[in-house]
C-alpha cells in the first residue's frame, strides 16, 4: 500500500468512524454548509482521531465515491435552502 493509498484507506475509516459517531457528525458539520467545506479543518478531525490523510486524499475519495451516507446527505440536504415558487404565475 502507497502511502497516497494508506491516506485514502483512513479517509474512508473517517467516513465510517463520523456516520456512527454523533460527536464527530458535529465537529465535522461545523465545517461544512452553503455548499462549501473546509477540507483542512476535516483533515485535522481526522488527525485528532488518530487518522492521517491529506486533503487530497479527502478530496479524490469525495469526488470518487458517489454514494453518500446517511449523515452526508443530511449535510447536503440542510445546505439546500427551501425555496416556494408560485407556479400560478
Known amino acids: 500500500m502507497t502511502v497516497n493509498d494508506a491516506g485514502q484507506a483512513n479517509v474512508l475509516k473517517f467516513r465510517s468512524l463520523v456516520d456512527t459517531n454523533p460527536m464527530l457528525q458535529a465537529e465535522v458539520a461545523q465545517h461544512v454548509g452553503n455548499g462549501a467545506w473546509n477540507s483542512e479543518a476535516?483533515?485535522?478531525?481526522?488527525r485528532k482521531v488518530g487518522l492521517e490523510?491529506?486533503?487530497?486524499?479527502?478530496v479524490s475519495i469525495v469526488e470518487e465515491d458517489d454514494e453518500l451516507s446517511d449523515f452526508e446527505l443530511e449535510l447536503v440536504a440542510a445546505a439546500?435552502?427551501?425555496e416556494c415558487v408560485n407556479t400560478d404565475a
Open 42 to 46: 476535516i483533515v485535522e478531525i481526522g
Open 80 to 82: 439546500m435552502p427551501n
Open 53 to 58: 490523510f491529506s486533503t487530497e486524499d479527502l
